[in-house]
């Protein structure tokens, strides 16, 4: 059995008996959401996928697990003081429903880049909202301020390190291996570690050889550099440099993660991946998914973990709060990895007709121009050329592969095909 070390007021064990309980005391304030069989596509074709629609929660996602437990085990003192927790996202935005729900009051805390739709979807909820801090370790800090002052502030629940938060989270766990038989591995999403620390405590004491698997963003691979490391770490990131926003931490793996989570396997998945997950969940399944809930999927697609073809796999889908410019984002990056879309840039005389032919050639096979530019001004060649950078929609990588071939014959040299930086 894992046992979380006593850390404190607040804090206790986690194992078996703590997630039992949790599960027992938020049954009637969380949906038991399906596991169900993935539909194959080429991807995951070789594997048996079964995903954990955790985004059919109050709240968008698995979040209002460790909310509602922690809310539940306060005292009527502490109810009456209220709570105060740091998030960016959904932890915030649970505890907030929930609070709500049980008559508590819920101050967040949040960074001075977060968005203000994550700020408006709190404030939804009755919940007080102030901007404290540049990271969030200065907003962390902040919290334990306004906790310690005069005894009395509200209680502070920290969504990666209360280990009532975490028991919740593990109740996931113990649904999927009621729901669904014979699993061979769950490849968990990894941000602060608190899904991660549960699931393996009421997975792993219950049956033992199913394999826990971690993944995060390779953007900010915090969990394996404090895996590393033995202890937490500070990674040099930031939020917005990753689609998976829910997995961003700069020094929010805790101790109790790095000593108790029997995880040997953590993957760092490529932003192409996550996004082509979001974009697969999109148009197979017809759901909503944001990054950081697609990251086990993404791993799967990525074939990072080729050792588990033939096998029963669960992947949560843990949250669908992704903001339509992010998603919009998301489908563009995915549509790129899927060779669906394409950039690429063509120098042709600046003649009547010239512009034409151009587009012609790529409207011959079936190719949509999406997005197109002319630059003039800022070139090395002849005053008499221009640039012409297109950016075009394709069914796939052998239409991809047909459109280059005809504009290398008509342009030769002329044409730079799928540039993805800044340069002319």
Known sequence: MCEV?????????????????????????????????????????????????????????????????????????????????????????????????????????????????KVKLCNRYNATTKLAGRNATEVRNMAIKFESEGGCGPIYIDENENTHVISGQGTMGLEIVDQVEDVDAIIVPVGGGGLLAGISVA??????????????????????????????????????????????????????????????????????????????????????????????LAALIGGYLPELKGKRVVVPLCGGNIESTTLGRAIERGLYADHRMVRFVVRIGDRPGALARLLHTISSIGASVKDLYQERTWLNSSVYNIQVKVVAELRNAAHGKELRSMLLHRYHEDLQWNTTNDEG
């Open 203 to 296: 997975v792993k004491t219950l049956y033992p050889d199913i394999q826990i698997i971690g993944v995060e963003a390779a953007a900010c691979p915090s969990f394996q550099a404090a895996m590393s490391a033995g202890k937490p770490v500070k990674v040099k990131a930031e939020m917005w440099l990753t689609l998976a926003e829910g997995e961003y931490l700069a020094l929010m793996i805790t101790r109790v993660q790095l000593s108790h989570t029997p995880c040997p396997l953590c993957f760092a998945v490529r932003e192409e991946h996550i996004a082509l997950a979001v974009l697969r969940l999109l148009e197979k399944e017809r759901i909503i998914i944001e990054g950081s809930g697609a990251a086990g």
């Open 5 to 117: 070390p006593d850390l404190g007021e607040g804090h206790g064990v986690v194992n078996l008996t703590t997630i039992t309980g949790a599960a027992y005391r938020i049954r009637n304030g969380i949906e038991k959401t399906a596991c169900e069989k993935l539909a194959p596509f080429t991807e995951i074709e070789d594997y048996d996928v079964f995903v954990k629609r955790e985004y059919l929660q109050p709240t968008g996602s698995f979040k209002v697990r460790g909310a509602r437990n922690a809310l539940l085990t306060l005292t009527p003192e502490q109810k009456g003081r209220g709570v105060i927790t740091t998030s960016a996202g959904n932890h915030g935005l649970a505890l907030a429903q929930q609070g709500d729900e049980l008559g508590i009051p819920v101050m967040v805390l949040l960074p001075e880049n977060v968005s203000p739709l």
